[in-house]
């Protein structure tokens, strides 16, 4: 299995043990890699969620796994990419929402597959011709 980053819908799924499918899956790639990639963008995502229902408790949960997972950032080049991204979307009138546009730039510019539940989403993302390919889960 190719090293992949994780969507903030997958990887809150493996840390819920929600989806038997996609705990296999967890489990298989943790085997060959020994540790989730995810971007800061997850992060963002995931403390701000549990910020607004003012549970500082699982924030301070999460933050405390957040070393074992490798996060990559927002360098210059997924920022000019999730830009494009962005724009484009907008002009199509089909918007996926900024972390999405982030997440996906992130993914492309390094050349890493983006393991999401939100196909939908990403698909017009590669629609646009964005180097991005995507994997699920939830199937087997």
């Not at 957040?66 to 360098?75: A, S, Y």
């Not at 990403?122 to 646009?128: G, K, P, Q, S």
């Amino acid at each position: 299995m190719d090293r992949v980053v994780l969507d903030t819908d997958i990887l809150s799924e493996v840390l819920k043990r929600k989806d038997p499918t996609v705990v296999v899956r967890a489990e298989e790639y943790l085997r060959g890699h020994g540790r989730f990639t995810i971007t800061s963008v997850t992060v963002l995502e995931i403390v701000a969620g549990w910020h607004r229902l003012q549970r500082e408790d699982r924030v301070q949960q999460f933050l405390a796994r957040v070393p074992d997972f490798e996060v990559l950032p927002i360098d210059t080049a997924a920022a000019v990419q999730a830009g494009r991204i962005e724009a484009d979307l907008a002009r199509t009138g089909r918007t996926v929402g900024r972390a999405d546009s982030m997440i996906a730039a992130v993914a492309a510019t390094r050349g890493l597959q983006l393991v999401t539940g939100n196909a939908e989403h990403y698909a017009r993302i590669a629609n646009l011709g964005v180097p991005i390919v995507l994997a699920n889960w939830r199937q087997i």
